[in-house]
């Protein structure tokens, strides 16, 4: 492969498209440093010990797991001997070791630029926000899939629409992405009213808005509620933004939003078999003030153990957050319709539902939960085929 006889364009052993980026122009030997140059007028600096960590060399990289096995201890005092051939970087090290890389993938990982990235920046839902529709068909096909994807990352849920009526469909497409994310409701539930409810969800009761399990170290990251039957009466579902509603909490109150982020409080959830607690704030802030992730669920709030002399003002943040989030302004309402699946991003947006009457019909939702990790790379590895 290094032959420099034969020379052709060097594997990089990188599933992420990067051959058709432009070709070396020339490489030029700097203190400890190469200044390559490409063919279209960009330029970069690269440390010698920067570009031996990186040789993809069967020896240096894994040729089946793509893996790292260079270990980069030993500092790099001696200039390697270096050529551009065919827009390529080849270079022999002092040791004889010798390291081909692609101009184009030298091109698309210089650190001037930000690594590939084909994954959405999260959206706050603007005013009259409606769900991206995507059809059962449609998410079969790479390119619905990709816009199902990429709508729940950005918008923080997605509404399929035209699904069939058979029981276990939701652990059918979950199963597209990624493993069913297992809880102690087992790796799918039933959403019904049940006769030995453990759960809030298992009655017939509204359901004020709220997040899965943030009783949990890590709550589930995303939701798929299946809906095969909905002829009861009541029952509508409802959903809010948190990344809207934190937004408009900073600007309405800031020190409510600072005592809800900076106030851990407890979360548990108890049954015969179970005690699943967690101690956190209700807001999870970035460095940068946006939000990382909510804990909001008033039904497996645990015992508020905080010093009485900051009880009222906590009850008085909360108090205002909850009004935010169930009010007209920022919370969405709609009928799931049988057939339908909405997905969203539970440590994001809320959902709750009315109650219904289970007197007047049957109401039957299937549910289950993926990693955020299987959803971005779905879409990683859909750039790839799609490109
Ligand atoms: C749940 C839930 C909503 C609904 O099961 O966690 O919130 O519409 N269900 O029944
Ligand atoms: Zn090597
Ligand atoms: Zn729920």
Not at 76 to 82: C, H, L, R, S, T
Not at 304 to 316: G, I, K, N, V
Request: proline content about 7%; glycine content about 6%.
């Amino acid at each position: 492969m290094n032959s420099v006889a034969t020379p052709g364009a060097p594997d990089m052993q990188e599933l992420f498209p990067y051959a058709d980026g432009p070709r070396l122009a020339s490489a030029t030997p700097d203190t400890g440093s190469i200044q390559l140059k490409w063919q279209n007028g960009d330029t970069t600096q690269l440390p010698w010990l920067w570009l031996r960590d990186h040789c993809a060399c069967a020896e240096c990289r894994h040729p089946q797991t793509r893996e790292r096995l260079y270990i980069p201890l030993v500092p790099i005092a001696v200039a390697p001997e270096m050529n551009v051939i065919n827009g390529h970087l080849r270079l022999t090290w002092a040791d004889g070791h010798r390291s081909a890389f692609h101009g184009g993938w030298l091109h698309q990982r210089r650190p001037e630029v930000a690594l590939p990235n084909v994954l959405p920046e999260a959206s706050a839902w603007r005013d009259h926000f409606t769900p991206e529709r995507i059809e059962h068909a449609a998410f079969l096909t790479e390119k619905g899939e990709q816009a199902w994807l990429t709508a729940i990352l950005r918008d923080g849920l997605a509404l399929l629409t035209d699904g069939p009526l058979v029981e276990e469909e939701v652990s059918r497409l979950a199963e597209k992405i990624g493993p069913q994310r297992a809880t102690n409701f087992g790796d799918r539930f039933d959403v019904r009213s049940k006769p030995n409810p453990n759960n809030a969800a298992y009655t017939a009761v509204g359901l004020a808005l709220h997040i899965d399990l943030p009783n949990w170290h890590h709550p589930p990251d995303i939701q798929l509620l299946y809906c095969l039957q909905n002829g009861a009466s009541g029952g509508e579902s409802l959903f809010a933004d948190g990344v809207r509603v934190v937004e408009a909490l900073r600007a309405q109150d800031p020190s409510a939003l600072r005592t809800l982020s900076e106030t851990p409080i407890d979360f548990r959830f108890q049954d015969e078999a179970h005690d699943i607690a967690m101690r956190a704030p209700l807001i999870d802030l970035n460095a940068d003030g946006s939000l990382r992730e909510l804990r909001f669920n008033n039904w497996i709030r645990d015992t508020l153990h905080l010093p009485a002399e900051q009880m009222d003002a906590w009850y008085r943040a909360y108090r205002t957050l909850w009004e935010l989030f169930h009010s007209d302004e920022h919370q969405l309402e709609f009928t799931l319709e049988p057939g339908q699946m909405i997905a969203f991003d539970n440590r994001r947006v809320l959902h709750g539902r009315r109650a219904f009457d289970p007197n007047s019909g049957q109401r039957h939702l299937q549910g289950t939960y993926l990693d955020r990790d299987m959803l971005e790379s779905r879409l990683r590895v859909l750039a790839r085929q799609l490109h």
